[in-house]
Nanobody, 113 residues
Framework: QGQLVESGGGLVQPGGSLRLACVAS????????MGWYRQAQGKEREWVAT????????TYVNSVKGRFTISRDNDKNTVWLQMTSVKPEDTAVYYC??????WGQGTQVTVSS
């Protein structure tokens, strides 16, 4: 059974940076496009970014373009989300997803001074 485990969340000041990681196991990671989603308290889960299975194409929601970068290493079964110039509205639980099979348990990101 496939599993995704996120890490790297925490408290960060506005304008700061944070790097989330998601480690996959139990399935052939290199065959799956991967994505990051987030869910703020009281709001629906929203898509943040996607990366193709070979890492060749990435897409982002407009609100994070130019600030967040999704990347992956298929040898390490890992996908990352590099977050820079973070804003309070980036506060959410961040989830990784292996399309369309698996979800991680989430990691909390809080942007506050």
């Amino acid at each position: 059974q496939g599993q995704l485990v996120e890490s790297g969340g925490g408290l960060v000041q506005p304008g700061g940076s944070l790097r989330l990681a998601c480690v996959a196991s139990g399935f052939t990671f290199s065959r799956y496009a991967m994505g990051w989603y987030r869910q703020a308290q009281g709001k629906e889960r929203e898509w943040v970014a996607t990366i193709a299975s070979d890492g060749g194409k990435t897409t982002y929601v407009n609100s994070v373009k130019g600030r967040f970068t999704i990347s992956r290493d298929n040898d390490k079964n890992t996908v990352w989300l590099q977050m820079t110039s973070v804003k309070p509205e980036d506060t959410a639980v961040y989830y990784c997803r292996a399309y369309t099979a698996y979800w991680g348990q989430g990691t909390q990101v809080t942007v506050s001074s």
